[in-house]
């Protein structure tokens, strides 16, 4: 007698049988990834088809960001189902599909059994997976780089500001005020790693996807001299990065990688001419903010830019007496026991008074650029002008403890705010005043650019802003 034997799936039809053996070959080839982690793949590692597992997780976000230039037919697909179903293009209610905006893209639900995570199409290119269960994920933040300044050659470059200052505010009767040349404060608890970016904008850097894998692997062309971690103003922590090897009158974007995962920018600037002959001025502990192109002869080889350690004394010292010598004259009101102010109090009024004095004591070389900007109405864009004044080579210096160039250059005035931000912030008995818009304010300070001028009137000037991120600098605010 002749036994026959069949197959327990002979009987299913040929079509749902490919498909059958489609799925299990497909589900025994799945990798599995791990929580908390970010995966690189490419073309080259795995088919054009792939399956992932994911981790289990009552509250868990699958990340995809695409590493090519050029965009990509892939298509992502998970489930956060235990049927074992393969997620596709057909659809079910438990598949989702993670479609790319601006090289990225996301899921974030619940899992408690896990899921699938399935590319197709992917013929060529790369991608990122992040996985995780902290709401980490790829994007682009809402904060910008900012720049310091430009020479021909070179640019100061802050990233976002990644960790907000808190200083401790005094107390009567102990009632004590940083000194004018401040400590270095100690570093933030944690440090994100981050990777400056530049380009010029003709490589049209914007128009590829704007995730971090693919920013960050861009060819640069200039060169870091120094990067490090900068207290630059209340808004807290930066990195700061020192540049040469830049092109005169070249237009540049900027963006700077978080972690490798975030991207903060772009942010747009244009070097200088080539015959602009003022050096860079930065990490100064008593005036913190002043990141920018000053009247001094050239640095001391191997010096690119001029720092606290190389600054001549005759400039810094007669700026510290200032500074103590008011502070002084300040602490002379019974700060923290009255009040000159529900909305001031010393300590303001120091910090916007420093903010000032470096301002003005240290002069802001720039050159002449037209832009067009909205006009007051909001209606037709005008041209509008920086707050510009030539200095003839030889002519008196605006600071007279600085030295005599022999090169004429053009400085860049201070922002009349402020000296009107250290009239708001200070007791009367100081006598602070200002030069009013109406008469002679702008031979010495830049006006209508943040407030429209008019007296006690704070906003609708024509820029709203001393800087933007498309490079206008239109006066100094320090």
């Given at each position: 007698?002749?036994?026959?034997?069949?197959?327990?799936?002979?009987?299913?039809?040929?079509?749902?049988?490919?498909?059958?053996?489609?799925?299990?070959?497909?589900?025994?080839?799945?990798?599995?990834?791990?929580?908390?982690?970010?995966?690189?793949?490419?073309?080259?590692?795995?088919?054009?088809?792939?399956?992932?597992?994911?981790?289990?997780?009552?509250?868990?976000?699958?990340?995809?960001?695409?590493?090519?230039?050029?965009?990509?037919?892939?298509?992502?697909?998970?489930?956060?189902?235990?049927?074992?179903?393969?997620?596709?293009?057909?659809?079910?209610?438990?598949?989702?599909?993670?479609?790319?905006?601006?090289?990225?893209?996301?899921?974030?639900?619940?899992?408690?059994?896990?899921?699938?995570?399935?590319?197709?199409?992917?013929?060529?290119?790369?991608?990122?997976?992040?996985?995780?269960?902290?709401?980490?994920?790829?994007?682009?933040?809402?904060?910008?780089?900012?720049?310091?300044?430009?020479?021909?050659?070179?640019?100061?470059?802050?990233?976002?500001?990644?960790?907000?200052?808190?200083?401790?505010?005094?107390?009567?009767?102990?009632?004590?005020?940083?000194?004018?040349?401040?400590?270095?404060?100690?570093?933030?608890?944690?440090?994100?790693?981050?990777?400056?970016?530049?380009?010029?904008?003709?490589?049209?850097?914007?128009?590829?996807?704007?995730?971090?894998?693919?920013?960050?692997?861009?060819?640069?062309?200039?060169?870091?001299?120094?990067?490090?971690?900068?207290?630059?103003?209340?808004?807290?922590?930066?990195?700061?990065?020192?540049?040469?090897?830049?092109?005169?009158?070249?237009?540049?974007?900027?963006?700077?990688?978080?972690?490798?995962?975030?991207?903060?920018?772009?942010?747009?600037?244009?070097?200088?001419?080539?015959?602009?002959?003022?050096?860079?001025?930065?990490?100064?502990?008593?005036?913190?903010?002043?990141?920018?192109?000053?009247?001094?002869?050239?640095?001391?080889?191997?010096?690119?830019?001029?720092?606290?350690?190389?600054?001549?004394?005759?400039?810094?010292?007669p700026l510290l007496q200032y500074m103590t010598n008011f502070t002084?004259?300040?602490?002379?009101?019974?700060?923290?026991?009255?009040?000159?102010?529900?909305?001031?109090?010393?300590?303001?009024?120091?910090?916007?008074?420093?903010?000032?004095?470096?301002?003005?004591?240290?002069?802001?070389?720039?050159?002449?650029?037209?832009?067009?900007?909205?006009?007051?109405?909001?209606?037709?864009?005008?041209?509008?002008?920086?707050?510009?004044?030539?200095?003839?080579?030889?002519?008196?210096?605006?600071?007279?403890?600085?030295?005599?160039?022999?090169?004429?250059?053009?400085?860049?005035?201070?922002?009349?705010?402020?000296?009107?931000?250290?009239?708001?912030?200070?007791?009367?008995?100081?006598?602070?005043?200002?030069?009013?818009?109406?008469?002679?304010?702008?031979?010495?300070?830049?006006?209508?650019?943040?407030?429209?001028?008019?007296?006690?009137?704070?906003?609708?000037?024509?820029?709203?802003?001393?800087?933007?991120?498309?490079?206008?600098?239109?006066?100094?605010?320090?």
């Amino acid at each position: 007698m002749q036994v026959r034997h069949f197959h327990p799936l002979s009987h299913l039809p040929q079509t749902l049988l490919c498909l059958l053996h489609a799925s299990i070959a497909f589900a025994q080839t799945q990798q599995a990834l791990s929580l908390n982690s970010v995966t690189s793949f490419s073309s080259y590692t795995i088919p054009g088809s792939a399956l992932f597992g994911l981790p289990p997780s009552s509250q868990l976000t699958v990340s995809i960001a695409s590493c090519s230039s050029q965009a990509s037919p892939a298509r992502f697909f998970m489930t956060n189902s235990t049927s074992g179903i393969v997620p596709g293009p057909g659809g079910s209610t438990d598949v989702f599909e993670i479609s790319l905006n601006n090289g990225y893209g996301q899921w974030s639900g619940s899992a408690p059994g896990g899921g699938l995570l399935s590319v197709q199409d992917l013929q060529q290119g790369s991608f990122q997976v992040s996985v995780s269960n902290n709401g980490t994920t790829y994007g682009i933040l809402d904060q910008l780089p900012l720049l310091g300044d430009t020479t021909a050659n070179q640019a100061i470059i802050f990233s976002h500001a990644f960790y907000p200052e808190s200083p401790e505010q005094p107390n009567y009767p102990n009632y004590t005020l940083p000194p004018a040349n401040l400590s270095a404060s100690d570093n933030p608890p944690f440090t994100p790693t981050f990777n400056l970016v530049i380009a010029p904008t003709s490589s049209q850097l914007s128009s590829l996807p704007q995730t971090a894998c693919t920013l960050i692997n861009t060819s640069s062309t200039s060169s870091i001299i120094k990067n490090d971690l900068w207290l630059r103003d209340m808004d807290g922590w930066r990195s700061q990065w020192l540049i040469d090897g830049l092109s005169p009158s070249t237009n540049y974007t900027a963006y700077v990688i978080q972690d490798q995962l975030k991207v903060s920018g772009p942010i747009y600037f244009a070097t200088k001419s080539a015959g602009f002959p003022c050096p860079l001025l930065h990490s100064l502990p008593y005036c913190p903010s002043t990141a920018y192109a000053v009247p001094l002869p050239p640095p001391q080889a191997p010096a690119l830019a001029y720092d606290a350690s190389s600054l001549p004394s005759t400039i810094s010292s007669p700026l510290l007496q200032y500074m103590t010598n008011f502070t002084t004259m300040l602490l002379t009101f019974a700060c923290g026991r009255d009040l000159y102010s529900t909305l001031q109090t010393c300590a303001d009024c120091q910090r916007e008074y420093r903010s000032w004095l470096c301002s003005v004591s240290f002069p802001r070389c720039s050159e002449l650029v037209a832009t067009t900007s909205p006009s007051s109405s909001g209606d037709n864009p005008q041209a509008l002008f920086s707050a510009l004044q030539p200095q003839p080579s030889g002519s008196t210096p605006r600071n007279q403890f600085f030295p005599n160039v022999s090169y004429a250059y053009t400085v860049l005035l201070p922002c009349l705010e402020t000296c009107n931000a250290v009239d708001r912030a200070c007791p009367y008995f100081l006598g602070i005043k200002c030069p009013v818009p109406q008469f002679n304010a702008n031979a010495s300070y830049g006006v209508g650019f943040i407030d429209s001028g008019e007296v006690g009137v704070m906003g609708q000037g024509r820029t709203g802003v001393a800087q933007d991120r498309w490079g206008n600098v239109w006066c100094n605010a320090n």
